[in-house]
Structure formats: C-alpha cells, structure tokens
C-alpha cells in the first residue's frame, strides 16, 4: 500500500531520509523524503542506540511533515522501532504519522508476535540442559497424551460392547471396503515378491548341502508365522493409515471435530471407533492372504528355477507347517491392525490447524505405525520363545 502526506515542501522521489532530535524528554524521529523499497533504505539500527543511551528518553514522537510517497519499507521501520520501544518501556505516539500509516500499525500490532515464531527464534539461546529439558517435557506431554488418547479409546469400545457407541454402520461397511477388499492388489503384489525373494536366498545356501527341497519349509514357516503378517502390516501402515491420519486431520483443520464436540458427538466414537473395529477385524484376512501369495511366489521360484515338483513342493510345506504357526501369525496380524489404526487416528486427532499439519500428521503415522509393527514383532516373537511355540 502506499500514500502521500499533503507536500509542505517539493519532496518528489527525494531520497527517503530519518533524523534524530532530542525535544525536552522525547526522542523526535523527523521523516523525509520518499520511503520506498530500495537498497539505500536508513535502519533502525541508530534509533536503537538512541533509546539505549544516556539518560534514554522518556518517549517517542514523530515527524513526517516532510514525507513523501512511502510503501511497506516504512511499515517495517516503524513496526522495528516501536518493537524497541516496547522491550525497554518507552511509550510511543503515532499521532504525527499520517492517518494510513496510523491505521496499518494499528493492524499490524492489534496481535503480538508469537515468541519464537520466527525460524530458528530462540533456539540459539537454549543451552545443551535447556534443550535437553525442553525435549524430555515434550516427550512427556505426547506420553501423556497417547495414553489418554488409548483410554479414550478403551471406553469408547467398551460402550460399544453395551451398545452405547454412536457411529454410523455405513462408515463401518465403507472403511472395511477401504481397508479389505480395496488394497488386495497391493498386498498381492508385495507378498509374492517377498516369496520370491525368500525363496531365492534360502536357495542359495539349502542348494549348498542339496537340500533345495527345504526351501518349502523355510518359506513357508517364515511366511505363515511372521513375514505375511509384518508386509501386510507395513503395507497398511502406508496406505490405510495415512489414509486415516489424512482424513481425521484434514476434518480437523476444517475445524468438523469441533462441531462434532458441539453437536453432542464424541469423535472418539464416530470417528476413531470404527476404523478401529474395521482393522482389526481386515488385518487377519489379510495376513492370511498374504501369506497365500507368499508360498505361492516360492512355490513358483521352485519349480521354474529350482525344477522341484508341484506336488513335493506342496507336501513338503503342509509338513512343515501347522496351526501354531498360522494362529501365532493371525494374532500378529489382528495387532497390528489396532496398532496401525491408532496411530493414524491418534495422529489426525493431535493434527494442527494447517495444511502443512496434515502432512505431518500423515508421515507421523506412517512412522509410528511402522515402528509399533516393528516393536510388537519383537514382543511376540519373544514371548512365543519362552512359552516354547
């Protein structure tokens, strides 16, 4: 924006000039000239060193008969200038600025910048405890926050076993669709590309002792009790739930969770429950396919590359396998599904109010959905070796 002050002198494209008088008590900043972006702009720089000197003044007026045409590049002075002023308590009058100018730091200062808004604000300051503090704070208050967020959860299922939960059947039907039949062919695709995968390394080492025909075991084994489960866990993680994250953010950007809240409806209910319930009962079958296409990937490997026989193929794999291994590997699956579920709700509920929020929110759940498959692999897996299964 710019405007011009009625010309007491002949100021026209002048160069933009600022001096500093001392008045009785007051600090007068005498405007002249054309304030414009340009290279030759003056600074805060010695009015700082004004209010810093000795003794400081008392406050600050202006004075703009001579001013000309200005822009933006005397908002920013003047938005500098009074920043000063309000760190070391001078009071400052804008009456003789012009009435546009008035207005626009009137707009501008109406809100005060957030500290540390500004890149990099702050962070200098920290020292290496500080900051060590402020991250173990943080850390606790998301803590805190994913174990409310779980109880929230636990009691929103529990209303719905009493048959008190409010969510619409459609939702449920459309997010089992979403979660099930919709990513069968991504699914399909990795985990016979696993199989193949798996195949061929244990080939290389079994064909060492000439024992090719126990890369049925191997593949099946590994494919049944936790690799099925862990590809098509990763695989929704990706898709399903940042899909979820996506979804349950962008609502709260959209500000739709709080007119749920309003309207009497808890979001945990309509919105977090039946992804939950549709995961968790997705996971299991698709685990089980998976793990099909995995054995049927090595079953292809072995008998094109191997030249094994279907049929001893086939044996040899029913052999090794058994319903342990299929129930252990379903249990996995059914976890991971509530655990990829959660994340993607947990983070879409913590999701700020902007668009670059979602985005975050959404790799944020891809992550914490990839480790929370990863960490409970683990815990399985431990657990099935020392109850000897």
Not at 57 to 86: E, K, Y
Not at 94 to 102: I, T, Y
Not at 137 to 157: D, K, M, N, P
Not at 186 to 201: D, H, P, Q
């Amino acid at each position: 924006m710019s405007g011009k002050r009625g010309a007491l002198k002949d100021y026209s494209a002048a160069r933009p000039l600022l001096r500093l008088d001392r008045a009785g008590d007051a600090l007068v900043l005498s405007l002249a000239g054309d304030w414009r972006l340009s290279p030759d702009l003056p600074s805060a720089v010695e009015v700082e060193k004004a209010l810093a000197g000795s003794p400081p003044p008392a406050r600050v007026v202006f004075d703009a008969a001579g001013l000309g045409q200005w822009d933006s590049a005397l908002l920013t002075l003047l938005v500098d200038v009074i920043g000063a002023c309000l760190q070391r308590k001078i009071p400052v009058e804008k009456e003789g600025l012009p009435e546009g100018v008035q207005r626009l730091l009137d707009l501008a200062l109406a809100v005060p910048e957030k500290t540390g808004a500004r890149k990099g604000e702050g962070a200098a300051k920290l020292s290496l405890l500080a900051g060590v503090g402020d991250k173990t704070e943080a850390a606790s208050r998301s803590l805190l926050g994913i174990v409310a967020f779980l109880g929230e959860v636990a009691v929103s299922f529990a209303g719905m076993l009493r048959g008190k939960a409010r969510f619409r059947m459609s939702d449920l039907w459309l997010i089992i669709q979403e979660s099930g039949s919709q990513a069968l062919p991504i699914v399909s695709l990795i985990s016979l590309l696993v199989g193949l995968i798996l195949t061929f390394v244990g080939s290389i080492q079994l064909k060492v002792f000439g024992a090719q025909i126990y890369v049925a075991d191997l593949v099946g084994v590994a494919t049944v009790r936790a690799m099925g489960a862990i590809m098509a866990g990763i695989i929704m993680a990706g898709r399903t739930g940042a899909s979820f994250a996506a979804q349950i953010g962008t609502m709260q950007v959209n500000e739709e969770i709080d007119a749920l809240k309003t309207s009497g409806i808890n979001p945990i209910d309509f919105l977090v429950l039946p992804r939950v319930v549709a995961m968790a009962l997705m996971m299991p079958l698709l685990t089980l396919y998976a793990d099909l296409m995995g054995i049927l990937g090595g079953l292809f490997v072995a008998v094109t590359g191997l030249h094994l026989d279907i049929m001893q193929y086939y044996n040899e794999t029913r052999r090794a396998l058994s319903l342990t291994n299929l129930w252990i590997g379903l249990f996995s699956g059914f976890t991971f599904g509530i655990l990829i579920s959660l994340a993607g709700c947990l983070k879409g509920i913590e999701c700020g109010r902007s668009a670059s929020a979602v985005g975050d929110a959404t790799r944020s759940a891809v992550v914490m959905g990839i480790v929370s498959i990863i960490v409970a692999t683990a815990v399985i897996t431990v657990v099935c070796n020392v109850l000897g299964i």
